[in-house]
Nanobody, 124 residues
Framework: QVQLVESGGGLVQAGGSLRLSCAAS????????MGWFRQAPGKERDIVAA????????YYSDSVKGRFTISRDNAKNTMYLQMNTLQPEDTAVYYC?????????????????WGQGTQVTVSS
C-alpha cells in the first residue's frame, strides 16, 4: 500500500506557473505508475497527465499538452507536475494517483491509491 500527499497548489495569475509535487510513502515507488487528475467545481474528475514506472513514457490530455510536464524522481519517491502558461480553465483540485504496474494508465478505475488533492486557482 502507498500513501500519497500532494503539495504546491495555490493562487496564480493567468500566464503564471506552478509546480505540484506528490510524495509517496514506502520503498517500492518505482513499482507504481502514476497520474495527475483534476476536478473543477461541478465537473467530473479528468486525467491531466500520467507517467510510467521509469518516467520514460508519458501521457497528456489535449488541454494541457505543451504547457504541463509530468516527471518523477524514483530516488525521492516523488512525482511532479510543472504547469506553465496557466489559464483560468485550469482551476481545479488536482489529485495524484498511483497503481502497481509498468505501462501508463489513463483511467480513473485504473488507479488504486489517491492523494487528498491540492487546490489550484488561476485568476484572470
Amino acid at each position: 500500500q502507498v500513501q500519497l500527499v500532494e503539495s504546491g497548489g495555490g493562487l496564480v495569475q493567468a500566464g503564471g506557473s506552478l509546480r505540484l509535487s506528490c510524495a509517496a510513502s514506502g520503498r517500492t515507488f518505482r513499482s507504481y505508475v502514476m497520474g495527475w487528475f483534476r476536478q473543477a467545481p461541478g465537473k467530473e474528475r479528468d486525467i491531466v497527465a500520467a507517467i510510467n514506472w521509469s518516467g520514460g513514457s508519458t501521457y497528456y490530455s489535449d488541454s494541457v499538452k505543451g504547457r504541463f510536464t509530468i516527471s518523477r524522481d524514483n530516488a525521492k519517491n516523488t512525482m511532479y507536475l510543472q504547469m506553465n502558461t496557466l489559464q483560468p480553465e485550469d482551476t481545479a483540485v488536482y489529485y495524484c494517483a498511483a497503481t502497481r504496474g509498468i505501462a501508463v494508465v489513463t483511467t480513473i478505475p485504473g488507479y488504486d491509491y489517491w492523494g487528498q488533492g491540492t487546490q489550484v486557482t488561476v485568476s484572470s
